[in-house]
């Protein structure tokens, strides 16, 4: 069974830092690419940021270009997230993503096959 467990969320000031992790267990986590999706009260989900198995090319959104950064530890079957200058439009319940096969774009959430539950991040003014 496929499980993807997000964690590193909380409540942080703006202008501050939080590093999610995800980790993956239940399968091959070395050859999928892995995406973080974000989700505020009352939008759609939206993308944030991917990484290519390999770890050598990273994808993000305007919004977040710049502050966060997508990384992978292949051997500890987790990708992270550093979120730096902390805004409070930030403020949304992120989510990770799998996506095991070779095609889709990276910023599609139809792409990732997997998702874990979600966790919190909530900036303060």
């Known amino acids: 069974q496929v499980q993807l467990v997000e964690s590193g969320g909380g409540l942080v000031q703006a202008g501050g830092s939080l590093r999610l992790a995800c980790a993956v267990s239940?399968?091959?986590?070395?050859?999928?690419?892995m995406g973080w999706f974000r989700q505020a009260p009352g939008k759609e989900r939206e993308f944030v940021a991917a990484?290519?198995?390999?770890?050598?090319?990273?994808y993000y959104a305007d919004s977040v270009k710049g502050r966060f950064t997508v990384s992978r530890d292949n051997t500890k079957n987790t990708v992270y997230l550093q979120m730096n200058s902390l805004k409070p439009e930030d403020t949304a319940v992120y989510y990770c993503?799998?996506?095991?096969?070779?095609?889709?774009?990276?910023?599609?959430?139809?792409?990732?096959?997997?998702w874990g539950q979600g966790t919190q991040v909530t900036v303060s003014s």
């Open positions: 993503a799998e996506n095991p096969t070779y095609g889709g774009s990276y910023y599609r959430e139809g792409t990732y096959v997997y």
């Open positions: 990484i290519r198995w390999s770890g050598t090319t990273t």
């Open positions: 239940g399968r091959t986590f070395s050859t999928s690419a």
